[in-house]
């Protein structure tokens, strides 16, 4: 796929939504890291059904590190994984009360040293709360950036480079939100929707494999 042709489908994707963001719901940079935590293998509506009981509660280090570990397991028990998740999200607001004034880092080796947060989580972070142009590959990216050939590669660091290096500049900030929407929504895993999708055109999935 050539640069003209990139640049297209970011255009037409930008057009669409000028301002996209994460369906995660929060309201400060801590509640984002919590959310985004809780959000690996399960569904952003389960993350904020069960955040929508906590945060009321408790929705800082200190108020979350107050409850306990078997006290925050009551609120997020729905979500899968939820006790190592739990023992995860109470040692990272230990951590942060302890070394981080209760403040989320703006670094990616301070946020991927803290429990449960990979580079995945940490680049949802760094984008969404500090406006930094990252990729936050997930299961979605992984599939669009491969089946329209924006951006090919082998594993989820591969394709994070090659979208870091290969996404025209102007759109690097928001392009993983854009990319996942479009993952979730339209290029579906089953069964894309191509004849609803805005970039078929210029999507180079080869259209024997599309549905009819």
């Not at 050539?2 to 400060?28: G, V």
């Not at 389960?46 to 906590?54: E, H």
């Not at 729905?78 to 209760?102: P, V, W």
Request: net charge positive; with cysteine.
């Amino acid at each position: 796929m050539n640069r003209e042709k990139r640049t297209e489908i970011f255009t037409r994707l930008r057009d669409q939504n000028p301002h996209p963001t994460t369906e995660l719901e929060y309201s400060s940079d801590f509640e984002l890291l919590v959310a985004v935590v809780l959000s690996a293998q399960a569904t952003d509506v389960g993350v904020n059904k069960a955040t929508a009981r906590l945060y009321p509660v408790a929705n800082t280090p200190e108020a979350i590190f107050a409850l306990g570990v078997d006290g925050l397991k009551e609120y997020i028990k729905t979500i899968g994984l939820f006790n190592s998740k739990a023992e995860n999200i109470f040692q990272l607001c230990k951590i942060l009360i302890e070394q981080h004034d209760s403040q989320v880092p703006r670094t990616r080796e301070a946020l991927e040293a803290l429990p449960g947060v990979g580079r995945k989580t940490a680049n949802v972070v760094l984008n969404t709360a500090y406006g930094l142009p990252t990729m936050a590959v997930d299961t979605h990216i992984f599939r669009v950036s491969n089946r329209t050939r924006i951006a090919p590669g082998k594993n989820v660091l591969e394709v994070e480079k090659r979208l870091l290096r290969l996404v025209p500049e102007e759109f690097l900030r928001d392009a993983h939100h854009w990319l996942i929407l479009h993952g979730r929504y339209v290029c579906t895993a089953r069964k894309p929707k191509c004849g609803e999708c805005l970039i078929a055109d210029l999507c180079e999935f080869p259209p024997s494999q599309r549905p009819s």
